[in-house]
């Protein structure tokens, strides 16, 4: 599996660097987001989750299974 990157003009995909691959493939392609906004902003907002999770009083403790190789 190879990966490349481009964009969709609304009718044509446009390839931004060569195919590192040579003949016919099948591929999948992925709309990320729309051209021109900053890539990695995440789609909520920080905090939005707060209140909604929660954590086991014990979460940090070791567990049993793993008892003879923490010794």
Sequence with gaps: M???KGYFDGENYIPLQPAPVKG???VIITFIQP???KIGRPPFEYGSMAGR???ADDFNEPL????EYME
């Design 2 to 4: 190879q990966t490349i």
């Design 35 to 37: 051209s021109g906004k």
């Design 64 to 67: 049993e299974d793993f008892k």
């Design 24 to 26: 016919r493939y099948d």
């Design 53 to 55: 999770m929660w954590m």
